[in-house]
């Protein structure tokens, strides 16, 4: 796993290593408002298949992903009047949607249901926009463990792994948040799976 460092005056240099990883279907860890995630390109089949392999996940759990902005996602899910409420206020921010995907015919690994948020974060907003499509966003850390927030437990965890990620995008150590809120809106409804960063009262929005 290749390390690179993340400062002042590299910036442009970590966005052009990650995108050179991300378009030839590799794997980085790159840090969000949350945690540090797995990041990928969630369009390529092969890619898709590493980040389960690194995490060891259960491929019958869908992965979350990162869209640069409100335009991209109506391009990928429909929002009914609740989740464009919701996105309207909370977004950039931790607060993840999981609406109807229109294209999940697409690919086989697909869930008829894409769980997506903008990220408040810049850097991880910049990979986004410049992949030019929706960025794997599951926490970096190997299955069963807690999400990775400190630069030590990210090179611990995969120090040994048979599967790694290809890039690491060494932002120092984050403050530890909790994980997005993730609400699932359908039709008229909306009903909270996850409470996390972001308290949300759905009766306003209703």
């Known amino acids: 796993m290749k390390e690179i460092i993340l400062t002042n ?21 790159y840090p969000t408002e949350t945690s540090y995630g797995l990041g990928a390109d969630f369009f390529s089949p092969t890619a898709v298949k590493k980040v389960y392999q690194v995490k060891g996940r259960d491929k019958d759990k869908p ?11 109506s391009s990928l899910v429909d929002f009914n009047h609740i989740a464009r409420s919701l996105a309207t206020q909370y977004w950039p921010g931790p607060l993840t949607l999981v609406l109807p995907f229109k294209h999940h015919h697409w690919q086989d690994y ?3 249901f ?3 948020r903008v990220s408040s974060l810049a850097l991880a907003q910049t990979i986004a926009a410049l992949l030019a499509c929706p960025l794997v966003a599951t926490s970096a850390n190997i299955s069963g463990n807690s999400p990775s927030y400190r630069v030590d437990d990210i090179r611990q965890q995969f120090a040994k792994a ?6 690491f995008i060494n932002a120092g150590d984050l403050e530890v948040n909790q994980p997005s809120t993730m609400i699932k809106c359908e039709r008229d409804s909306a009903t909270i799976l996850r409470q996390g960063a972001l308290q949300v009262n759905l009766n306003l929005f209703k």
């Open 9 to 29: 005056k590299n910036r442009i240099e970590v966005l052009q290593a990650a995108l050179g990883v991300l378009q030839n279907d590799g794997v980085i860890i």
């Open 63 to 73: 992965l979350s992903v990162i869209v640069s902005d409100f335009v991209y996602a």
């Open 110 to 112: 697909f869930d008829k």
């Open 114 to 116: 894409l769980a997506l």
């Open 162 to 167: 048979k599967y790694q990620p290809d890039l």
